[in-house]
């Protein structure tokens, strides 16, 4: 639809029309006044005339009185027509008032419907404009091409020359000048300092502030006339919307006069523009921040998991493509917890920003650096074998072992840490990303339990990915189990090695497959350490036997001693005496029929919490048994600090004693030492008679093993 930029308007006739009409009768009222005066001035002489000369003109005395009676009435008329005369002033007067202000107070009210009423052309314009100033996700993320795609339909229904917004920036203001159409550089150096003062002066900006300027030109526009002088209207942001996109507000020129209904039109729209424009740039920054952290991590700025997993995903099908390799490496800060313990977490956040900083420059362009969470970190490195990936990785961790930070504070500390490193190859460590990520993870964690600070490729360790994955079905099998209650005690008689009499027995967890097979523990019992599930193994095994023990004294008026296991976190935690105990005092059995059992390595691993432990235990009267005695070759100087009731030799030892004479010094040596401290021996895989002989003769205490009796779902 063509809107020519200037059109009659029937109210600015309507004003015209009255205006001149009121005129027209002022005017009139004017002329009416003026010639009643001259009459009535004329018949006031010519009375007064009359009357001065009618007395003079009579010879008799009744004549002259009839003369003067003629003469006074002419007085009269005379003075009466003075008297209308001035009323008539006075009228005339009052009326051209009260038409001079109906003037004024017309044109007034005329101008006002001018400002505040639309003609149909202008409505249709204005609305033109609105339907192309709609916020999309496409407009938004590019919100400059935006802007100018809507001066572009502003200039189509309102023809205008230049456009500014201001905004707020680090230094001072930042204007954006649009230029609609093409112009010499005289009109555009006039229109920059025009703009920017009447930019600056509208918004109340002091005139020293910084301005950087921006030009822009839409094109489509056909060439423009040059001005000597522009018309411009500027809009501001509204108090309660400060702060918006940055944005303080907009200007409109034009070298063409505007309408007052016009100008009202166009400062409506650009009040819509000036948030509309704040609005898109502030989401277009927020989409561009989103888009930002969905792939980044916001405290290091390093590319986050989700990143990794997608580029994995790329490199993966990249390098089969190619036939080309690539490793992995996944990293572990060591004791990090202890910074953010000691220092605070505000600190610990500082560290790792440092680090992956560090980490960063120690690594190649190409390579991708992820922080995962907390203090692990990942390296995806493509194009590398596994020799340049160890040597990669050693540089990361020795980067770490030499990285010092200093805290900020009168005391000049500084933080040390290590990092170990787990390094898997595609496609010499696994085929497939799943198994690529579970093995790197499986590295590093031999690399912690290797000492820490150490680098660890999958291929050097004995138990694979395919081992792994054998752990998690049988930890599954078992979650299964026991939640069905197919997870049961079996019990190893325990016998005085001197007497052959009876002496306990060993509760060994069993697992009764859906088919009825039995499964023993040696199977199972890596994946119930692995995934975390030794701990509701312990409190059924130990349930389950509470309750045997229970069963076979109300059978046989007997309970014999029964040894459980505990896994080390039983010792950490602690609630698993309280639980004995409640089951103790339900099945009516003395704590002293109960031994907890834990291997050395696990109990000497926590000394301070092993303390406590054995000192809770023997409160309630239960006894402890040191499971794998010798295992570690560094049992004897924490027997000065912990007392056991009884002390299990590592099998290891037994096994060998005949054939050994090594290991049959070793076992004569534990075995006299334990019992000088106080300490009953228990020597475990006795599978011969021989065995058996020469335990007796060294004075082992008890023996345990195939030679005595299988695990047996009852008592013997």
């Not at 000597?228 to 063409?256: H, R």
């Amino acid at each position: 639809m063509d809107y020519p930029h200037k059109k009659p308007s029937q109210l600015k006739s309507l004003h015209i029309h009255s205006i001149r009409t009121l005129t027209e009768l002022l005017e009139a009222q004017n002329r009416t006044q003026t010639f009643e005066h001259g009459i009535i001035d004329l018949a006031i002489r010519e009375v007064g005339k009359l009357a001065a000369r009618l007395p003079v003109l009579a010879d008799n005395d009744a004549a002259k009185a009839e003369v003067a009676g003629h003469a006074q009435r002419c007085k009269t008329i005379a003075a009466s027509l003075t008297l209308l005369n001035q009323q008539q002033d006075k009228d005339a007067q009052r009326n051209c008032r009260m038409i001079s202000s109906l003037i004024t107070e017309t044109h007034e009210l005329l101008q006002r419907m001018e400002l505040t009423l639309i003609d149909k052309s202008l409505f249709e314009r204005q609305s033109a404009v609105l339907e192309n100033i709609i916020l999309s996700h496409e407009k938004v993320t590019q919100w400059k091409e935006f802007i100018q795609d809507i001066l572009l339909e502003f200039h189509g229904f309102f023809p205008f020359n230049f456009f500014s917004i201001a905004f707020t920036n680090e230094s001072g203001i930042s204007i954006y000048l649009y230029y609609l159409g093409q112009y010499s550089e005289e009109t555009k150096n006039f229109v920059r300092k025009r703009l920017a003062d009447n930019l600056l002066a509208e918004l109340k900006i002091p005139a020293d502030t910084l301005i950087e300027l921006e030009e822009f030109f839409i094109t489509g526009i056909k060439q423009q006339r040059d001005f000597e002088e522009i018309e411009t209207i500027t809009v501001g942001v509204p108090d309660e919307k400060i702060g918006v996109g940055g944005i303080l507000g907009v200007s409109y020129a034009s070298g063409l006069r505007l309408t007052a209904q016009e100008q009202s039109i166009i400062r409506s729209l650009l009040a819509v523009m000036v948030m509309v424009v704040g609005s898109s740039k502030t989401l277009s920054r927020t989409l561009q921040e989103l888009a930002y952290y969905a792939e980044h991590d916001p405290l290091t700025g390093l590319h986050n998991r989700r990143y990794f997993n997608e580029i994995l995903e790329y490199e993966f099908g990249r390098a089969a493509r190619h036939n080309d390799q690539f490793a992995l490496l996944s990293m572990d800060l060591d004791n990090f917890k202890g910074v953010n313990d000691g220092f605070g977490h505000m600190i610990g956040d500082q560290v790792l920003v440092h680090l992956g900083q560090l980490l960063k420059k120690q690594l190649r362009k190409g390579d991708v650096l992820v922080r995962l969470g907390g203090d692990e970190f990942a390296a995806l490195l493509p194009g590398t074998d596994g020799h340049s990936a160890l040597i990669i990785a050693e540089s990361l961790r020795q980067a770490v072992h030499d990285f010092e930070y200093q805290v900020d504070g009168p005391y000049q500390e500084h933080i040390s840490l290590t990092m170990s490193v787990g390094v898997a190859t595609f496609p010499r460590d696994a085929p497939v990303i799943a198994d690529l990520l579970a093995g790197v993870d499986l590295a590093l964690y031999q690399a912690k339990a290797a000492g820490k600070n150490f680098v660890c490729p999958l291929h050097s360790l004995e138990t694979g990915i395919a081992q792994n994955k054998k752990l998690l079905g049988l930890s599954e099998v078992l979650k299964k189990a026991l939640k069905e209650e197919r997870i049961v005690p079996y019990f190893q008689p325990i016998m005085a090695c001197a007497s052959g009499e009876l002496h306990a027995y060993e509760a060994l967890a069993r697992l009764t497959t859906e088919d009825g097979e039995i499964i023993p523990a040696g199977v199972f019992i890596d994946a119930a350490d692995k995934y975390g599930i030794s701990l509701n193994l312990d409190h059924v095994m130990l349930r389950k036997v509470t309750a045997f023990m229970a069963e076979q004294r109300a059978a046989t008026g007997q309970m014999p001693t029964v040894f459980v296991n505990l896994t080390p976190q039983e010792i950490q935690r602690r609630d698993i005496l309280q639980y004995a105990e409640d089951l103790c005092r339900q099945y009516h059995i003395p704590p002293k029929k109960l031994v907890f059992e834990v291997t050395e390595r696990e109990a000497i691993g926590d000394l301070s919490n092993m303390r406590k432990f054995l000192s809770n235990l023997r409160e309630k009267g239960f006894a402890f048994a040191l499971d794998d005695f010798g295992s570690g070759y560094n049992s004897f100087h924490y027997l000065r600090d912990l007392h056991f009731e009884y002390v299990k030799i590592d099998g290891a030892f037994i096994a060998n004693i005949v054939e050994s004479e090594v290991d049959s010094v070793l076992i004569e040596n534990l075995n006299r030492l334990c019992q000088q401290l106080g300490m009953k021996t228990l020597a475990e895989f006795v599978e011969s008679e021989e065995i058996l002989t020469r335990l007796r003769a060294m004075g082992v205490d008890y023996v345990q093993g195939f030679h005595l009796g299988l695990p047996r779902a009852r008592f013997l």
